[in-house]
């Protein structure tokens, strides 16, 4: 998730369009009735149609494929350099082994801060200050009603980078085992608050773009608050002050790379690649079954990379595939002018370009904008 929040003038755009559908003088149905076209003046209503079908999958394709190259990319950059440069914490960016543990601490207080802060607490704050409607459409991932999944991966970005694992074990290199060894109070603590954090986002009712104000909410985002607070004041000055020799940490360092961050990447990039595989089979068939499939294949491919989100540093953030990825809000209404003009070159930046161009064009790509042509109400869109 784009770090720079700029709901509120997207939304205040989008209030302004009108809900008139236009109609195609030229294209007439059987009957002599005009045949239906994108309506760009109903974008957050706009629905799939056989009248353009064609315009629909050419840019769930785009998408698909830059998301695959992105993930692949990603993937390699750590792969083949970024993995060595941290492990061996010997350049300028890195000189010692207790440097890169407190990166993996700062990526861990960022994720939580921005899940409790930005990713429910923006809806909330939006929904107690009335503006009701503002507030659902500040909601992260609500068009296929994946929030409180996204929300919890991200808490569990967190449990793997501290246990050193990416299935809830933990390893003997991990910071978590050798705090253990040394304060096993704080340890403890660490894992109650990781464990907190995620079962409270899960706790809201589904979908949680109709329980942004429940009780639920509010108590996710201390769950989220608490955990934060505890990694930045406590957890990361006791191994800055107590831990940070090299022998001890060098394992953990290797560990976290080798075991948590190039296999989440790795599974990114192949997930990525099959989920444009399955794009590009509804494009040459489109039906329900192959838009079901479009849906499976987007939920599996997204969890790795809510999953990455304690790690956003590196290639991901030098490169803007972060943003690229993950941007939310989406300008809904250029999608809409994209689906109808199929110019695609606006989805695409170059470095040097100004940072208003980079971000329009990550406003109109991605796993969100993919999730606004295949999804709908919580569900796969259907063919009509």
């Not at 494929?65 to 440069?85: F, H, K, M, P, V």
């Not at 801060?113 to 607490?121: H, L, R, S, W």
Request: aromatic fraction near 10%; charge should be negative.
């Amino acid at each position: 998730m784009k770090k720079t929040f700029k709901f509120a003038m997207m939304f205040a755009a989008a209030l302004t369009l009108t809900a008139s559908m236009a109609a195609c003088g030229d294209d007439k149905n059987d009957d002599n009735t005009p045949q239906p076209e994108i309506d760009v003046n109903n974008a957050d209503d706009l629905d799939y149609n056989e009248a353009y079908a064609e315009q629909w999958a050419n840019y769930m394709v785009t998408v698909s494929g830059l998301l695959s190259d992105d993930a692949s990319r990603l993937y390699s950059e750590w792969q083949n350099g970024y993995a060595d440069i941290f492990k061996n914490h010997n350049s300028d960016e890195y000189k010692s082994a207790i440097e890169c543990v407190e990166q993996i601490f700062d990526g861990c207080i960022d994720i939580a801060g921005e899940v409790g802060d930005q990713k429910i607490g923006e809806p909330y704050r939006l929904y107690q200050s009335g503006n009701r409607e503002e507030a659902l459409y500040a909601v992260e991932s609500w068009y296929s009603w994946h929030s409180r999944d996204d929300y919890r991966n991200n808490i569990y970005s967190i449990r793997n980078a501290y246990y050193g694992t990416r299935n809830g074990s933990i390893s003997e290199n991990s910071l978590s085992a050798v705090l253990a060894a040394k304060n096993a109070d704080l340890d403890t603590r660490a894992k109650a608050l990781i464990q907190a954090a995620a079962e409270a986002i899960y706790a809201i009712p589904q979908p949680f773009r109709s329980n942004i104000n429940s009780q639920e909410a509010s108590a996710a985002m201390d769950a989220c608050a608490d955990l934060g607070t505890f990694i930045e004041e406590e957890l990361k000055p006791y191994f800055s002050e107590n831990i940070n020799d090299e022998a001890t940490l060098d394992p953990i360092v290797k560990q976290y790379v080798d075991q948590v961050v190039l296999p989440t990447y790795e599974q990114l990039a192949t997930l990525n690649a099959a989920l444009d595989n399955t794009v590009k089979t509804f494009k040459q068939n489109p039906s329900d079954a192959n838009f079901a499939a479009c849906a499976e294949a987007w939920l599996v491919a997204r969890e790795p990379w809510e999953s990455s989100e304690a790690f956003l540093f590196g290639p991901v953030d030098e490169l803007g595939l972060d943003p690229n990825m993950d941007s939310w809000p989406l300008d809904q209404s250029k999608i809409a002018q994209i689906l109808k003009s199929q110019d695609f070159t606006d989805l695409n930046w170059r470095e040097g370009d100004s940072e208003d161009k980079i971000s329009k064009a990550q406003d109109v790509r991605g796993f969100h904008t993919l999730e606004y042509l295949i999804f709908k109400d919580g569900k796969a869109r259907t063919v009509k």
